[in-house]
């Protein structure tokens, strides 16, 4: 998956609207090594794993000002410890960190405070717009062949993933203009805090770089180093994305069709099921307060109490089996007065939790969908 911090999606959003290693030795044979016979150079020659050639090259008309990051000593156990399990060149990592920027901007909002409790009152307004839905029917016009390909292939509802790339990036509005490599770097090397999760991201966007090619520097994305139309990690990346337009490519930055699949694998891998169902609003008794007990409260779990349990504990659901397995969820509309909105979840709604670990964010994603798909019909 992909890091997709709450503050993150948000920001992203106000914005829009106002997420098996080989040792490297050096091609050269030591002087010991030129002395022995032929035939013993040759089969050392053969053994020797050998730096592997890295497809993505800086561009010397838009390298950026050196900064002589790798120097340091932190760099330098970084780029030795990834170049030998990725068998990748250590120069050539090197040039790349000598010219990548520590960005104090990024350290400054990974630590700015959260500016009150978001509930569904003030979270559901930010992505609802008539704005997003409508930018959401056109997109999903433009590339409904994909959607109606990814939702048969990967079994996942073909207006969810319109709907997580629209709250993700406004369908590729607003992606990130952040060098990814800034960015990761930024948080692995000087945001200690976080700097093991990011150290491997990083490790992961240089696999991406020798996969796919091109200037090191024009991969753009978030502050957080997500990236693309779905604002993939690098390790969701590697996981998850695919060429689904068969042109050899992962291209998430600039090719939709690619996105488009790559939602789908990641939601199926999520553990989606192919026509179910997401999510309903419900409505609980003022008598019987024993779902009190059964609604979702810390960490999100995949469903695991039924229908006919929250029926018994007081909760009206007109529809659904039984024995169905769901979530009892809680959003908050307002505080004062209090008012809220009571809904059931069922594992896809499960799925897309995996995407964004915040149940607003999936509730905002199915109803972005629901907006959609009745928008193109």
Not at 59 to 80: G, W
Not at 178 to 190: E, P
Not at 216 to 241: E, H, I, K, T
Request: aromatic letters at 10%; charged letters at 20%; proline letters at 5%.
């Amino acid at each position: 998956m992909r890091l997709r911090l709450l503050t993150v999606t948000l920001i992203s959003a106000m914005t829009l609207s106002a997420c098996a290693s080989n040792s490297a030795n050096e091609s050269n044979l030591s002087q010991s090594q030129a002395s022995e016979p032929a035939h013993i150079q040759q089969s050392i020659q053969r053994s020797t794993p050998q730096p592997k050639r890295t497809a993505a090259q800086i561009n010397p008309n838009t390298r950026p000002d050196k900064s002589d990051l790798a120097q340091r000593q932190d760099v330098q156990e970084f780029i030795n410890k990834v170049s030998r399990e990725q068998n990748l060149d250590p120069r050539w990592m090197s040039e790349i960190l000598d010219h990548t920027t520590i960005q104090p901007k990024i350290i400054a909002a990974m630590n700015r405070p959260a500016e009150g409790v978001m509930n569904w009152g003030k979270y559901r307004p930010i992505f609802l717009t008539e704005k997003r839905i409508n930018d959401g029917v056109k997109f999903y016009n433009q590339y409904k062949e994909a959607f109606l390909r990814a939702e048969e292939i990967y079994g996942v509802d073909r207006f969810v993933i319109a709907a997580i790339i629209g709250v993700e990036t406004g369908y590729g509005q607003n992606k990130g203009s952040w060098k990814v490599v800034d960015a990761l770097s930024t948080l692995a090397f000087d945001y200690p805090r976080r700097a093991s999760y990011f150290s491997g991201e990083l490790a992961n966007f240089f696999k991406i770089l020798n996969e796919n090619g091109g200037d090191p520097f024009s991969y753009r994305g978030s502050y957080a180093g997500a990236m693309g139309y779905p604002q993939f990690m690098p390790s969701s990346y590697l996981a998850y994305a695919v060429d689904f337009d068969g042109d050899g490519k992962r291209d998430l930055w600039n090719n939709p069709v690619d996105a488009i699949g790559s939602v789908g694998n990641y939601l199926m891998k999520s553990g989606w099921v192919r026509g179910g169902k997401i999510a309903e609003q419900v409505e609980v008794s003022r008598n019987n307060l024993a779902y009190q007990a059964l609604k979702q409260s810390g960490r999100l779990t995949p469903p695991k109490e039924t229908i006919q349990m929250l029926r018994n504990a007081g909760v009206i659901i007109p529809q659904g089996t039984p024995n169905a397995k769901v979530t009892l969820f809680e959003f908050e509309v307002s505080a004062e007065p209090k008012v809220d909105e009571w809904w059931i979840g069922y594992q896809n709604f499960y799925a897309i939790t995996r995407y964004n670990h915040s149940k607003l964010y999936a509730l905002a994603v199915y109803q972005v969908a629901e907006a959609i798909r009745k928008g193109v019909r």
